[in-house]
């Protein structure tokens, strides 16, 4: 499939995947507060659990730096030293000095941080939301997931 074929594919994934969550995350939610420090965030466009920690990072309007640590890109090695291991989703707050992987850890934890406490309504139930975030994946993981200098 060329690259026109994975665009398509994708747009059309996500676009369900948003129907099925009903309007989740068209809103900043409510009680949300702002960090003193951007979040930095190690993540892999095609990972499904990156999906996710992104998605309540922007359900909660919180500003991230974003380290892409795709194949063959420069941030690998940088999240292998910080975190012991190479492994996407990694969250690091430099506002409570906590730092963690695993996508609905990093979820709750935001939600409990920066948030009300109750984790967003298409978040609240992981295992629909790991679903939701496969299906919305799959066309960009058949690219290989290579890091392409732009």
């Not at 499939?1 to 068209?26: C, H, K, P, Q, V």
């Not at 809103?27 to 951007?38: C, K, L, M, T």
């Not at 969250?91 to 996508?103: Q, W």
């Not at 967003?120 to 200098?149: C, E």
Request: net charge positive; hydrophobic share 35%; proline share 7%.
């Amino acid at each position: 499939m060329n690259d026109e074929g994975y665009g398509m594919l994708n747009n059309t994934s996500s676009f369900a995947t948003s129907i099925w969550r009903l309007g989740f995350g068209t809103e900043i939610a409510a009680g949300s507060r702002v960090p003193d420090r951007r979040l930095i965030l190690y993540d892999f466009e095609a990972c499904p659990f990156c999906r996710k920690a992104r998605e309540a990072l922007s359900h909660l309007g919180l500003e991230v730096k974003v380290r892409p640590a795709a194949r063959a890109g420069k941030r690998r090695e940088e999240l292998r030293k910080r975190g012991g291991k190479m492994m996407v989703p990694y969250l690091i707050d430099p506002n409570t000095a906590v730092a963690m992987y695993e996508s609905d850890q990093i979820v709750r934890y935001l939600y409990n941080t920066y948030g009300s406490g109750v984790v967003g309504t298409a978040s609240s139930w992981p295992p629909l939301n790991s679903t939701l975030s496969f299906f919305a994946t799959p066309p960009v993981a058949t690219q290989n997931g290579k890091y392409r200098p732009s």
